[in-house]
């Protein structure tokens, strides 16, 4: 049954950072992201819902093979398996975004983007969490 929750996972991925990504970076925050220079360049937005269509299929194919430390399940383990993807992710997402070009108040920006990724891989973690429960063959 773990074809479930790759489906389940990246439906939810999927949804979520998608609809996240737009009321963050466009509804309540554009002028900000404007300022930072985030927007420098003409984005590909179809390009972008493929790219996160592959991190939900990735990260919910990965999510019943990965063993977080002592066995919890259910959102618990969800939500650890979102830490551990969302820090690596804030370290190629925020990071090395300011690393690799100039950012006006690089600060905020990546306090900004911070807040954004916990709410992202926390929506998610949770959604993961729970599919994996519906799934029993994919909880850990």
Known sequence: ???ATVFLGTAAYTAGTLTLAVLWHIVLFEERYRHFGYFDGEPDFALGAI??????AAL???Y???RLGRRVSGVAHGLRY???IGVFFWTSHVLAFV?????NDAGMFVMMETVYLILQFGLYGIAIGRIGLMD???CP
């Open 1 to 3: 049954m773990r074809h």
């Open 51 to 56: 790219s996160v269509v592959i991190q939900g």
């Open 60 to 62: 919910s194919w990965l």
């Open 64 to 66: 019943p093979r990965v």
């Open 82 to 84: 979102a830490l551990l």
């Open 99 to 103: 690393a690799k070009q100039h950012v």
């Open 136 to 138: 029993k063959a994919a």
